[in-house]
């Protein structure tokens, strides 16, 4: 059984910083790409950062040049470091793995349970 487990959410002011970090839990043959997606209320999950397996990284329009996304393929972690947050930035996150749990399976996304992020003062 894969889970991804996430820590790291919390409370925090606008203009302040938090890194979310995502560990996969569990054998998994290999995996394609992880990322960060987030829900606030009354909206439709968005992606928010993506990091394949060769490195490659995509972000929101909204996140470009705050967040940063990281991943550690050795220990199968994925991190998500938040600066400069704004209330709009308010949300459920989750964290996001696309892989193959078999060598010859097809291939499957798995999601973690999320992590709210408040930003209020």
């Known amino acids: 059984q894969v889970q991804l487990v996430e820590s790291g959410g919390g409370l925090v002011q606008p203009g302040g910083s938090l890194r979310l970090s995502c560990a996969v839990s569990?054998?998994?043959?290999?995996?394609?790409?992880m990322g960060w997606y987030r829900q606030a209320p009354g909206k439709q999950r968005e992606l928010v950062a993506t990091?394949?397996?060769?490195?490659?990284?995509n972000y929101a329009d909204s996140v470009q040049g705050r967040f940063t996304i990281s991943r550690d393929v050795a220990k199968n972690t994925v991190d998500l470091q938040m600066n400069s947050l704004k209330p709009e930035d308010t949300a459920v996150y989750y964290c996001?793995?696309?892989?193959?749990?078999?060598?010859?399976?097809?291939?499957?996304?798995?999601w973690g349970q999320g992590t709210q992020v408040t930003v209020s003062s």
């Open positions: 990091v394949t397996s060769g490195g490659s990284t």
């Open positions: 996001n793995v696309e892989g193959r749990r078999f060598r010859f399976s097809s291939s499957q996304v798995y």
């Open positions: 569990g054998s998994i043959f290999s995996i394609r790409a």
